[in-house]
T-cell receptor
């Protein structure tokens, strides 16, 4: 099956710094989704991307759907302590029979030092 | 986005027993899925819950171990049968299909098998 390579695996930053993480794949996806998961909770959708080249913002978060459809990045500007958590990328493959099924990256653990 | 409620949120289970997790959505949804997240890992799709018919299981997951019901468009259950410590995970209900390819998650059911 398709696999997503998410990096970095973990990040430890100072409050106020900007953060960037990305996901790459050897095959194309139709949709890229970015989620944040707090300990003991379910993933919360941050940003959804539906078109190659699309750049979307949600507050301090910005994500882009790569033009090749094989990658996506998520940026967080001016990080704050509540940004702490695990960030997952997820992609949906183009095959009709796999519509809505998600392939997840392994996650990026973000720690913000106040 | 849909409001997704899961019960139980947490449970400690005895080895060899079975537990049924419920997922209730506040609106009718086209697609419902069940994911598993083992400790420190990413999310893995168990199956697609099909309304009025048998669920579609992913490779490595079987109906005898994870029976699923979906009697209508707002409710589904996942049973984890004959549990062993390796089944200790967060089990997540997710829904999608109503607004593009966006998938939303419930808060998860954290099972610990002792």
């Amino acid at each position: 099956g398709q696999q997503l390579n998410q990096s970095p695996q973990s990040m430890f930053i100072q409050e106020g710094e900007d953060v960037s993480m990305n996901c790459t794949s050897s095959s194309i996806f139709n949709t890229w989704l970015w989620y944040k998961q707090d300990p003991g909770e379910g993933p919360v959708l941050l940003i959804a991307l539906y078109k190659a080249g699309e750049l979307t913002s949600n507050g301090r978060l910005t994500a882009q759907f790569g033009i090749t459809r094989k990658d996506s990045f998520l940026n967080i500007s001016a990080s704050i302590p509540s940004d702490v958590g695990i960030y997952f990328c997820a992609g949906q493959p183009p095959n009709r029979g796999s519509n809505y099924k998600l392939t997840f990256g392994k996650g990026t653990l973000l720690t913000v030092n106040p | 986005s849909a409001v997704i409620s899961q019960k139980p949120s947490r449970d400690i289970c005895q080895r060899g027993t079975s537990l049924t997790i419920q997922c209730q959505v506040d609106s009718q949804v086209t697609m419902m899925f069940w994911y598993r997240q083992q400790p420190g890992q990413s999310l893995t799709l168990i199956a697609t819950a099909n309304q009025g018919s048998e669920a579609t299981y992913e490779s490595g997951f079987v109906i005898d171990k994870f029976p699923i019901s979906r009697p209508n468009l707002t409710f589904s259950t996942l049973t984890v049968s004959n549990m062993s410590p390796e089944d200790s995970s967060i089990y997540l209900c997710s829904v999608g299909g109503n607004s593009g390819n966006t998938i939303y998650f419930g808060e998860g059911s954290w099972l610990t098998v002792v």
